[in-house]
């Protein structure tokens, strides 16, 4: 195969990867629950993929009160047959989270990204 035919060939197989990744739907904080609400588009075989989150280490901003902390979404069935279109959400609960308030960045393969703010845990003091 000539050199250029390998780049084309490397150049579709990384486009079809992207197409079949995970991706954000939509992203916010429920006040009411305490939990961060992410709905996620993906395509696979089957419904039953869940996602949960690995989180970063927390780092302060210098000149704000305000931390910041990402989190990769990871997708229990990542190598699942991108065949058909789903869509789920799933809840995460933060009352464990100390790295608060903060700004927050979700990330998923290929390069997507969701940034969101969480304010201070419930109760916590000023």
Do not use: K, N, Q
């Given at each position: 195969m000539n050199p250029r035919m390998s780049l084309l060939l490397l150049a579709g197989l990384m486009l079809a990867r992207a197409a079949a990744a995970d991706n954000f739907s939509e992203a916010h904080y429920d006040a009411a629950k305490d939990q961060l609400v992410i709905t996620m588009i993906y395509r696979g075989t089957n419904p039953d993929h869940t996602f949960s989150l690995q989180w970063g280490k927390c780092r302060d901003v210098?000149?704000?009160?305000?931390?910041?902390?990402s989190a990769e979404v990871l997708d229990s069935k990542f190598m699942d047959a991108a065949q058909t279109n789903f869509k789920t959400t799933t809840r995460i609960d933060l009352a464990g989270l100390a790295c608060r308030p903060a700004k927050?960045?979700?990330?998923?393969?290929?390069?997507?990204?969701?940034?969101?703010?969480?304010?201070?845990a419930p109760g916590a003091s000023p």
């Open positions: 210098a000149g704000s009160s305000v931390h910041e902390i927050v960045t979700l990330r998923t393969a290929p390069r997507f990204y969701y940034t969101l703010r969480i304010p201070a």
